[in-house]
């Protein structure tokens, strides 16, 4: 997905460069025409030059339509291209990252060399089957989707975030110590009782586990946490 950006925002670079050498042109040669009284009267005179001058201008004009509908080409590549991603690694009912994110995350992870200890944590909402049964399935989902507004606001200065499937979350830190856990764990609690004294009836009920290594691969991290919090059942 980088590899893409990177080459469409390269190519947009070069469009642009060759729209700006394609105006100079133009302009120059225009100039050249317009002050020269000279080259002007020999070019009304010869009907050769006359016509060459003439297909020069037609090729310039027709160059610069044609950079006009590679960027519009261009921008709906990117616009395609985010939709793409949108659907293919954001998580559609939350907008978060999904599992095929936590795919990516876990590759990009094994080829970077590790720098401190990595925190996995798992979250898993303990009370949303009782929501769904209460309240419709529609306040299950606003209970989710308003857990992962929190659980992001909270853990975006601090790393990865993501919905792991149904209704276990991951967070993803690297260069983490225990205080710096803490300090995610202190900001999403405090986060969390804000919500639930405001939303009493369906509150948001979380199990959690996490393990914190600098040893061990990010598979087996996210394997040791989710077998820890399975346990809890």
């Excluded at 020269?36 to 009267?41: A, G, N, S, V």
């Amino acid at each position: 997905m980088n590899k893409k950006k990177g080459f469409l925002k390269s190519y947009h670079r070069i469009k642009f460069a060759e729209l700006i050498l394609l105006i100079i042109i133009e302009v120059t040669y225009f100039c050249i025409i317009y002050n020269d009284r000279r080259l002007r009267t020999a070019v009304y005179a010869n009907p050769v030059l006359f016509r060459l001058c003439c297909m020069m201008w037609a090729v310039l004009i027709f160059s610069l339509l044609f950079l006009c509908i590679d960027f519009y080409l261009l921008r709906r590549a990117v616009n395609d291209n985010y939709d793409l991603n949108r659907v293919a690694y954001l998580d559609t009912l939350t907008g978060i990252p999904n599992r095929n994110s936590v795919d990516m995350l876990i590759g990009n992870h094994q080829d970077a060399q590790a720098q401190g200890s990595t925190c996995c944590i798992i979250f898993r909402l303990s009370n949303i089957c009782e929501v769904n049964q209460s309240y419709g399935h529609e306040a299950g989902d606003n209970l989710i989707r308003d857990f992962c507004t929190i659980l992001q606001n909270a853990g975006k200065p601090y790393g990865f975030i993501a919905r792991n499937g149904g209704n276990d979350f991951l967070a993803v830190f690297d260069a983490c110590d225990e205080k710096r856990m803490g300090q995610f764990t202190d900001c999403l609690n405090l986060a969390v009782a804000d919500y639930n004294a405001e939303h009493a009836a369906a509150p948001i009920l979380l199990d959690s586990a996490f393990t914190l290594s600098a040893d061990e691969t990010i598979t087996d991290l996210i394997a040791e946490t989710a077998h820890k919090i399975d346990r809890l059942k």
